[in-house]
């Protein structure tokens, strides 16, 4: 495969998910509380797998940031990258060459990372503000959302999508910045903290919920056109019950797709809810998906592939306690970044180990993007690293 070739590019909407971070329990909002998965005392690390399919990999550009963390990651809009860091910086970038067309500031601290639809670039501040700078860099538009931003902001269709701490959706007109509706659904009081994207398509939204609910939206209304359970909350105490939906749901032709914390992994009719299949499974970062394959790390570090039908295709156990993040799933290899800033190669057809990548040796919690070619990471400490795998 050419340096050029092979990594799908994903509508806005549809993309992209970031994972959660190493932490302590923390206060997520209105009486809610929000708890992450991981430990902050990891066990050591296990020797790295060998090399069994050797891909050849390298790093095309790489581009340094401020510190970035949980909810950072860039996304790709009409030809160009978008990426922020936890200071307000907002970078507009070539994909092709790492060069900076724009960069920017929001003016104050960033709580998570950057959505776009290349006319409209919008970053959620830690005062719960939404600011909107347009296609120059220029500041466009902020307003407040009423709470936390716990999601990237999903800009497409006009619209911006964001999700807050209280549990409420919220859509805002991507010109003007005026709050077009609001949902909202009580929340259960233990929550992991971790943010995604909201999909879109024509007419619908599609928002992972905490509790394991699916919901679609009117995207005109907001009004709820269905709600599936992609987990079932079970346990004697608050932490058993958490099976939030992890990662942002993936739509693909007439489905969307999710996976949920000590919950299932299943594919829904984008119509109806109704779901296609499901398999047990929990996650802690998200999955990838094309028209063929389903790929997600579990909580355990095993890489599951599924046909699109649920069939198991393959599992790769090697990754086990690296900390994953969500995957990126290309026509030949599938890319997932772990907690010390390694990029592991897999190969499609049977999950072997067919290369690997260093990176600044911090962690890296959202999926790879792809992005003209290239699969592009954003690490804990900020910094974009674009890499050609052939």
């Known amino acids: ?150 999601t990237v902001p999903s800009v497409a269709l006009g619209l911006v999508l964001v999700r807050t701490s209280d549990n409420r959706v919220a859509a805002f007109d991507a010109d003007t910045g005026k709050r077009r509706w609001t949902f909202q659904r009580q929340g259960p009081p233990l929550v992991l903290r971790q943010t995604s994207l909201i999909a879109m398509d024509a007419t619908a939204a599609y928002v992972g919920l905490p509790g394991g609910r699916l919901v679609s939206l009117s995207l005109e209304t907001g009004a709820l056109r269905w709600e599936a359970a992609v987990a079932m909350p079970r346990g004697s105490n608050e932490i058993e019950r958490i099976a939030d939906v992890v990662g942002s749901p993936l739509l693909s032709g007439r489905e969307i797709c999710a996976v949920a914390f000590q919950g299932r992994v299943g594919c829904f009719e984008t119509s109806s809810g109704r779901a296609r299949w499901a398999r047990d499974l929990s996650s802690s970062s998200g999955l990838d998906l094309d028209a063929n394959l389903l790929v997600v790390p579990d909580e355990r570090g095993e890489v599951q592939a599924f046909s699109r039908s649920g069939a198991s295709v393959w599992r790769q156990d090697k990754l086990r306690q690296r900390g994953l993040s969500a995957p990126l799933l290309s026509p030949r290899f599938v890319l997932v970044g772990d907690s010390t800033g390694l990029v592991h190669v897999l190969a499609r057809d049977d999950g072997a180990i067919a290369g690997r990548l260093a990176t600044d040796g911090s962690a890296i919690v959202a999926a790879p993007v792809a992005a003209g070619g290239l699969a592009v990471v954003q690490t804990r400490a900020g910094a974009l690293f674009a890499l050609a795998v052939e």
Do not use: Y
Request: hydrophobic content about 45%.
């Open 1 to 150: 495969m050419a340096a050029r070739e092979g990594f799908p590019r994903h509508g806005a909407g549809m993309r992209r998910r970031a994972g959660l971070v190493i932490a302590s329990i923390a206060l997520a909002g209105l009486g809610g509380c929000g708890i992450w998965p991981w430990s902050s005392s990891r066990p050591a690390l296990p020797e790295l797998p060998p090399v069994t399919a050797p891909a050849h990999a390298r790093v095309a550009w790489s581009l340094s940031l401020a510190g970035a963390g949980v909810g950072f990651q860039p996304v790709v809009a009409g030809n160009s990258l978008f990426a922020a860091a936890r200071d307000g910086t907002v970078v507009r970038v070539d994909p092709a060459s790492g060069q900076v067309q724009w960069r920017s500031n929001a003016g104050q601290p960033l709580i998570g990372g950057v959505g776009s639809d290349g006319e409209t670039t919008v970053v959620a501040g830690r005062d719960g503000s939404l600011i909107a700078l347009d296609r120059d860099g220029a500041r466009k538009w902020s307003v407040p959302s009423g709470a936390e931003v716990v």
